[in-house]
């Protein structure tokens, strides 16, 4: 078999790797994928409109590796946003599997090996992750304090699973995410269109609504933590909670819309949004974010109208517990109109380097 009917077989992995004013990371990024020791793999690296020397990075490693990585843009090169940008990748892919990374991340040599490995032996699997440590540069050393290595164990149960995705107790970094591509298909891959950057782990909970997911218990990725990362900006503006509560809204209502775990959305109704419903909509005072926590309230209750009742209920139980009054002042002093005030460390002294946010605003 020559070199051409060898490039011209679609090869077992897809890489995908959105790029959007990525010149100081893509060159390294791309070399830690061509470093692969497995090798049947095309990478795809899509362009989101940038205007640095991204484009030109990427067009040199698709001259120097015309069989296997390719450059994709956007109809007259505009910025479409990351969703739209991987569901290109999606679509021009060629792969069984699809394996993401972030155009400021690492990989170690081995990663595809390994997780190719540990996919095989688990043929019921959709979609794995693995660890991944955390390289802080600059302003980066402010975020996720005191976590060096992220890639949470799984629970067992399906639903338990959906449950830890969406109230992100189950913490991975993006870039090493491994996803059947009929699974993303079926699914109609990344939503777009999003208020905020949750894409990802909107997608993760999709899938493992549908199928097992797994985790490949090594580290096999480096997460670049800087002050230019999306994640870095929204935890700085004090946004996950918000982002938080629009995801979860998204999942409740897409299980009922694709006729999917009722009982699952119920939960998550009553269960989960009210909490994340008062913690988002304390989170900021900027109206555009408080507006679209607003929406979410209303289309959450339009799906199910007992949750303002049931938000009653677990406000009155709570002011029953012993400590309820603490607790109040400690909550207070998290909120952005008490921090904008200057009065937050007087109420309470909340907890430094607590948020749960890792690449995928998570």
């Given amino acids: 078999m020559n070199s051409h009917e060898t490039q011209s077989l679609a090869p077992l992995v897809s890489v995908i790797i959105p790029a959007y ?23 795809l690296i899509v362009d989101d409109g940038s205007t640095d020397q991204t484009v030109a990075i990427a067009e040199r490693f698709a001259a120097a ?27 021009e892919s060629r792969g069984t599997w699809v394996a993401f990374l972030d155009a400021d991340d690492l990989w170690h040599p081995e990663k595809l090996a390994r997780q190719v490995s540990f996919m095989q032996t688990q043929p019921d699997c959709a979609l794995s992750y693995t660890s991944a440590v955390i390289l802080r540069e600059g302003k980066g050393e402010r975020f996720l304090p005191g976590v060096e290595e ?45 208020p905020f950057q ?7 909970a999709m899938v493992a609504s549908r199928h097992r997911i797994a985790r490949c218990p090594e580290v096999l990725c480096c997460y670049r933590a800087h002050g230019g990362s999306y994640t870095a900006q929204v935890v700085a503006r004090r946004l996950p909670p918000a982002i938080f509560y629009d995801m979860q809204v998204y999942i ?6 694709e006729n999917l775990h009722y009982d699952w959305a119920r939960q998550i109704a009553y269960n989960i949004l009210p909490v994340s419903a008062v913690r988002a909509a304390s989170c900021s005072l900027n109206l555009h974010v408080l507006a679209i926590v607003a929406k979410d309230f209303a289309q959450s209750v339009v799906c199910f109208p007992m ?20 607790r109040l002042g400690d909550l207070l002093s ?29």
């Fill in 21 to 43: 004013h990525a010149a100081a990371f893509l060159e390294d990024t791309v070399g830690s994928v061509l470093a692969q020791t497995f090798r049947d793999f095309e990478l």
């Fill in 65 to 91: 590796e015309p069989g296997r990585v390719r450059l994709l843009r956007h109809p007259g090169g505009i910025n479409r946003g990351v969703s739209a940008t991987r569901n290109l990748g999606i679509r």
């Fill in 150 to 194: 992220l890639g949470t164990v799984l629970p067992p149960e399906p639903r338990v699973v959906l449950f830890h995705i969406i109230l992100v107790m189950v913490n991975y970094i993006f870039s090493t995410v491994m996803v059947k591509r009929e699974a993303l298909l079926e699914i109609g891959g990344f939503v777009e269109n999003l």
């Fill in 198 to 204: 949750s894409e990802d782990r909107i997608m993760v």
């Fill in 252 to 257: 409740m209502r897409w299980l009922l819309r």
């Fill in 307 to 326: 949750i303002p009742f049931n938000m009653s209920i677990m406000l009155v139980k709570f002011f029953f517990k012993p400590g309820a009054w603490r």
């Fill in 334 to 362: 998290r909120t952005a109109l008490f921090r904008a005030l200057g009065v937050g460390r007087r109420v309470g002294q909340p907890t430094a380097g607590t948020s749960n946010a890792g690449k995928d605003a998570a």
